[in-house]
T-cell receptor, first 111, second 112 residues
Framework: GQNIDQPTEMTATEGAIVQINCTYQTSGFNGLFWYQQHAGEAPTFLSYNVLDGLEEKGRFSSFLSRSKGYSYLLLKELQMKDSASYLCVGGSGAGSYQLTFGKGTKLSVIP | DSGVTQTPKHLITATGQRVTLRCSPRSGDLSVYWYQQSLDQGLQFLIQYYNGEERAKGNILERFSAQQFPDLHSELNLSSLELGDSALYFC???????????FGQGTRLTVV
């Protein structure tokens, strides 16, 4: 099975940098995704890490450490529209692949 | 627009009834996932299909069933509905099983 933990809520100021942490315990782990979900809307894909290290994509970066079962999503130059839930998602299995979603971190960006 | 189409967008029905939710995946995607999201809850994985075959089952109730057809669209059938089944039901699709999934806009089911 899988267990994904991430903070429930965070607040940050417009223009600042925020780091959302995620720890996972999973068998057959083979990748970690981050999704963004605005209230009442569908999740949208942000990033996918398979190997250890940092993946940078514009204002968003994601880091993975497989040995520590740890990932983070880094958001720079925060904008009001970044207020959303950020979902840490573990991919596991081969042959019966599953995505297991964390409960999400609700980020509020304030002026 | 993710390319994943779910119908209907909204559904209101009474307890004890049966409904069918429909999902058309992105063109070329073989894998379809169904998720349930209750109010203020995380996404709960229900079931996954790959190229017509069931691949994985999550917390899916026995009253619920799903299938993926030869044209790769999928249907989620919910029967003997209860008030607690009221939720957003998302369908997602991906090219293969270990690539990013794209989500439809969801079907909001309200059981009264």
């Amino acid at each position: 099975g899988q267990n994904i933990d991430q903070p429930t809520e965070m607040t940050a100021t417009e223009g600042a940098i925020v780091q959302i942490n995620c720890t996972y315990q999973t068998s057959g782990f083979n990748g970690l995704f981050w999704y963004q979900q605005h209230a009442g809307e569908a999740p949208t894909f942000l990033s996918y890490n398979v190997l250890d290290g940092l993946e940078e994509k514009g204002r968003f970066s994601s880091f993975l450490s497989r040995s520590k079962g740890y990932s983070y999503l880094l958001l720079k130059e925060l904008q009001m529209k970044d207020s959303a839930s950020y979902l840490c998602v573990g991919g596991s299995g081969a042959g019966s692949y599953q995505l297991t979603f964390g409960k999400g971190t609700k980020l509020s960006v304030i002026p | 627009d993710s390319g994943v189409t779910q119908t209907p967008k909204h559904l209101i029905t009474a307890t004890g009834q049966r409904v069918t939710l429909r999902c058309s995946p992105r063109s070329g995607d073989l894998s379809v996932y169904w998720y349930q999201q209750s109010l203020d809850q995380g996404l709960q994985f229900l079931i996954q299909y790959y190229n017509g075959e069931e691949r994985a089952k999550g917390n899916i109730l026995e009253r619920f069933s799903a299938q993926q057809f030869p044209d790769l669209h999928s249907e989620l059938n919910l029967s003997s509905l209860e008030l607690g089944d009221s939720a957003l039901y998302f369908c997602a699709s991906s090219v293969t099983e270990n690539t990013e999934a794209f989500f439809g806009q969801g079907t909001r089911l309200t059981v009264v």
